[in-house]
């Protein structure tokens, strides 16, 4: 009977190091990126629909360029920029301040403020804003005066028409419906501040007004800012409903102005586009200045 025969197994040997020639040239061969043939065709497509649109845009006499510059600056459109420019500046300050109130008090530890901001924010997060502004333009009906008193006795009370004005209940509207938004940007800013700068803040002895405003809140504004930016730009936007309350805005004039020269609807929604686009770069000029601002000391 015949053994079996044992095969061992041997470990291949180590390749054997690169010659320094064959470093050298490839180190002299080029460095060639790589290719990405489904991108460059994407592009093309994208840039030749771009080509088409701008051709379209400068060529169809449908626009009716000339009369564009004519209306941009006709006193018309410039008062009912000014109303806008008005109406947005007072809402969006209003709204932070309120949006700080009501995220404080959703924050805080008390049932009753932390219900009634949660009811709040919910009924305006749920309610259209169109509605809410024709409910208040058509708050006299429902309340002809208004005013402040003891409850069930002596009040001191001024009609409803002469203090809200056609601006004020504009202002009131929007600031009502950009407070539920703009509180929910200011309380996740809060959230995501560090447990340990609360802490911190504490044992340094502050009294807690102080630790919200010089520790809290300027952290929580790095979140904050961009955000509320974009619920600014909403903010803008929206004005242009007040125009079904009878409040002539930008948007509310030109619609009149189409309506009295219907032969020009095109260069007025133009006019009313370039305004909007012109708002809307300004704001996002300034948010780029208060993020570099507020990110100082903050590695990006």
Not at 77 to 95: F, Q, R, Y
Not at 174 to 201: K, N, P, T, W, Y
Not at 232 to 238: A, E, H, P
Request: net charge positive; no cysteine.
């Amino acid at each position: 009977m015949s053994t079996p025969t044992t095969i061992e197994k041997r470990t291949p040997p180590p390749p054997a190091p690169p010659r320094s020639d064959d470093l050298l040239r490839l180190a002299r061969r080029p460095v060639r990126s790589l290719r990405h043939p489904v991108q460059w065709i994407l592009t093309a497509l994208v840039v030749v629909v771009a080509l088409n649109f701008g051709q379209t845009l400068f060529t169809n006499p449908a626009w009716e360029w000339a009369k564009v510059p004519e209306y941009v600056v006709s006193p018309a459109v410039l008062t009912g920029l000014k109303v806008t420019l008005i109406v947005t500046l007072i809402s969006a300050v209003v709204s932070f301040a309120g949006g700080i109130v009501v995220a404080v008090a959703r924050l805080s530890r008390n049932p009753v403020l932390k219900s009634l901001s949660w009811l709040y924010v919910w009924v305006f997060r749920s309610v259209p804003l169109i509605l809410v502004l024709i409910f208040l333009y058509n708050l006299g009906s429902l309340y002809p005066t208004i005013g402040i008193g003891i409850p069930f006795g002596p009040q001191l009370s001024v009609p409803t028409v002469s203090v809200l004005s056609d601006i004020t209940l504009g202002v009131v509207g929007l600031s009502l419906a950009e407070i539920a938004f703009a509180s929910e940007i200011v309380r996740a800013g809060l959230l995501s501040v560090d447990h340990g700068q609360h802490e911190a803040a504490k044992a340094l002895g502050l009294p807690r007004w102080r630790q919200f405003s010089r520790i809290i809140l300027p952290q929580a504004l790095r979140s904050i800012v961009p955000a509320y930016v974009n619920q600014i730009v909403g903010l803008l936007k929206g004005s242009s409903l007040l125009f079904y309350v009878s409040l002539l805005d930008l948007f509310g004039v030109v619609q009149n102005l189409g309506s009295t020269y219907p032969t020009d609807i095109i260069p007025l929604l133009v006019v009313a586009t370039i305004w909007y686009l012109l708002l809307t770069s300004v704001i996002s000029l300034v948010e780029y200045f208060i993020e570099r601002h507020y990110s100082k000391g903050v590695a990006r």
